[in-house]
């Protein structure tokens, strides 16, 4: 081989590669030296090298187990993503000599990501192992409007055993725009089919009808994949008592609600009408706001209005006579026609009466409790009067026409409750109302009581066959059958 030929190998790809392998490798010499001094030397250098490296996998193992539980923290003590900013230089000046404090970073997006692509899968895969091993589990969804998505989000949550409790705990959330029954089915399905359908026995809802034709939707696919139907025990019987006291008191046509909301916004965001209230009235107490869907919870918005209701119609005789501006508001306008109703105080007082009644109801059942075996005797308490002897059953119970007048009693007798009852007599006492008017306001009153009753009768869970004959695991009734 001539000189070129030398001089071109030297230049090409294969050599060069060689002779750097050949470069970086360690001599044989250095493994067949005797000398004891070096080799106790390597040695050392060689454990020294190891030991430091297993130190650094722990190390990096109890870093990483840092950051997940200060992700967890975040998320169970609902801070923001943003509130994690700067906490690796925060950590390091607290615990100026952790090494783990050292090496730890979780800001924002780590701490985004952790939880979004880390932990989140991870406890979804163990819930949804968890459901496969139920004999049985029921589904609740409810879907509602995402304000910063805009657009409709289904949060589904799985009850299931665990132990000797009973548990709810949340599988995910589904987004769409249109929410028929179809969409809704269609997003259910996904979730469904990884926790498997076999076990499904009921799925817990609201009353609106797209759930219910959901609800039909979801039972025809059952029956086809496992041939097996869905309890149905109704809709939710919290939403279905707060939208038949809302019907009640909508059908006396009070507008208690129109004018309760219209003192929460007359002075909300409007400092200046407020520092014309103060100094007016000298009170400073502020309206609490009137709730539109649940409406038997607004007893601490109703006391709230009789509290200032004095010191309200002092502001607009105020307002009447020139003493202070106008506001020209249309909440105004609500509050000054109300304030010429000499009876809109016991209205008041009515309408707090009958949502005491119902408001233990409703709180002893907003609980995670199996609260089934007891629902039918409790409602069969709650519509019930006393008197009523041809309710002998929740059953007879649901099919007497409340809107026979045989039945009612003589309108001189109807309770009012202390409070509006006492208030009543003083205003009679005073010739500010009349006796008819007196008279009308019981009937109004009637008429309140006997709409909440037509809505139970027709909407309650105890309508279904199963919700009645649950009563059989209900210990009081165990107990008078003996």
Sequence with gaps: MGEAALASHMKGKKHETAAAIASS????????????????????????????TTLDVATKNEVIKAEILWALKIMNSHYSFKSTEDTSRLFTAMFPDSQIAA????????????????????????????????????????????????SKQIDLHVRLWDGAEVKTKYVGSEFLGHSTAVDIVEKMSKVLSEMGVKNLIQLSMDGPHVNWKAFDLTQKEMQKQVDKSLLNIGSCGLHIVHNAFRDGCKSTNWDIEHTLSSLYWLFHNCPARHEDFVTATGCSTVMLKFCGH????????????????????????????????DPKVKSFEAVKNSSKDPLFIPKVMIFNSIAREIAPFLTLYQTDKPMLPFLGEDMFQLMKE????????????????????????DATKINLGFSAETCLNQLKSTNNISERQALELKMECKTFLITILEKLQNKAPVNHQLVRSMRCLDPRCMAESK
Aim: some cysteine; proline content about 5%.
């Design 386 to 409: 006393k008197p009523l002897k041809e309710a002998t059953s929740i059953l007879k119970l649901l099919h007497i026409p409340v809107q026979d007048s045989s039945l009612h009693k």
């Design 103 to 150: 090496r730890f970073a979780c800001g924002e997006s780590k701490c985004a990501y952790v939880c979004t692509f880390g932990l989140a899968p991870y406890f979804k895969r163990l819930l949804l192992a968890e459901v496969s091993q139920q004999t049985a589990y029921v589904v609740l969804f409810d879907e509602s409007l995402n304000h910063h998505l805009q």
């Design 294 to 325: 649940r409406w038997i919870e607004n007893v601490s918005v109703s006391d709230r209005a009789l509290k200032l209701w004095p010191y309200v119609t002092t502001y607009v005789e105020m307002v009447r006579k020139g003493d202070l501006p």
């Design 25 to 52: 490798a360690i001599p044989i010499s250095e493994f067949m030296n005797a000398d004891a001094t070096n080799t106790s030397s390597n040695a050392t250098a060689v454990s020294t090298t190891k030991k430091q």
